[in-house]
């Protein structure tokens, strides 16, 4: 924790969570067994979360381009992600998580999973600590029709439609927009995550393959955006 200003906390951090499957090849095992050490690197990124007291984390966990993936990965995919939760939705519960899903609810989505999803979100909905959202059959352009066809059935008058409102339709009104959004793995892209709300988000992009990242990965981002000068458009000087 040693350079970290907890006066200037991100109030939410995202995190892109890439590598899995190159963690996995560099080892000579299957993509999946990369995936699998990834759970730890989850858990102990949400403990390092509450630990420095930051409100809101989101996490990337399956995007709704994903399901181009081979057939064997998805489902090992749906699968590990209902055992994460059956394997840590109690500690986390103790822990003050309150834990979210975000993203389409398709048929594609095993049934047995969403059940999984709804429980847990129900177990932590009065919890104040953490708010740990799951991105899970999630796309920022996906979010965004979806809002708009909302908006479209709500009969809005077009001249009442300003970036407030459109706010309003997505996901979670709610949540703040990201201070900071991380992705490992040593790619600088953001691959359709939370596109409208990271307009003013601060990146940052790091070798890290997503199963060796732990907390003091996430102190070194949080150091690095504390570095920044967020200017949102307007000159300030820091
Ligand atoms: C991220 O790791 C996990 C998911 C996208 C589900 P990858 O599986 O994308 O790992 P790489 O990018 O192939 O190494
Ligand atoms: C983004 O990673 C999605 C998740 C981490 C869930 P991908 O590995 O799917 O992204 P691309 O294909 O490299 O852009
Ligand atoms: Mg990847």
Request: net charge positive; charged share 30%.
């Amino acid at each position: 924790m040693d350079g970290l200003d907890f006066k200037k906390l991100p109030k939410h951090v995202a995190c892109i969570m890439d590598g899995n499957g190159r963690w996995a090849t560099s080892r000579g095992l299957p993509r999946i067994e990369g995936h699998a050490a990834g759970e730890e690197a989850l858990l102990d990124t949400v403990n390092g979360a509450l630990e420095i007291g930051i409100d809101w984390l989101s996490v990337y966990a399956f995007s709704t381009e994903n399901w181009k993936r081979p057939h064997e990965e998805v489902r090992f995919l749906m699968r590990f992600n209902e055992g994460i939760l059956t394997r840590h939705r109690d500690e986390l519960n103790e822990k003050g998580v309150r834990i979210r899903f975000s993203g389409r609810r398709d048929w594609r989505v095993p049934k047995r999973l969403i059940k999984h999803m709804d429980d847990s979100a129900e177990l932590t909905k009065r919890n104040k600590k953490l708010t740990l959202t799951i991105a899970f059959n999630y796309g920022g352009r996906a979010e965004l029709v979806d809002a708009i066809k909302e908006l479209v059935r709500s009969g809005i008058n077009p001249e009442k439609i300003d970036e407030k409102v459109i706010s309003r339709y997505l996901y979670f009104p709610d949540m703040p927009d990201p201070d900071l959004m991380i992705r490992t793995s040593g790619e600088f892209r953001i691959s359709n995550f939370l596109i409208w709300e990271i307009a003013y988000s601060e990146l940052v992009f790091t070798d890290v393959l997503w199963p060796d990242f732990r907390r003091q990965d996430l102190y070194d981002a949080i150091i690095e955006y504390q570095s920044r000068n967020r200017r949102f458009g307007a000159v300030k000087s820091k």
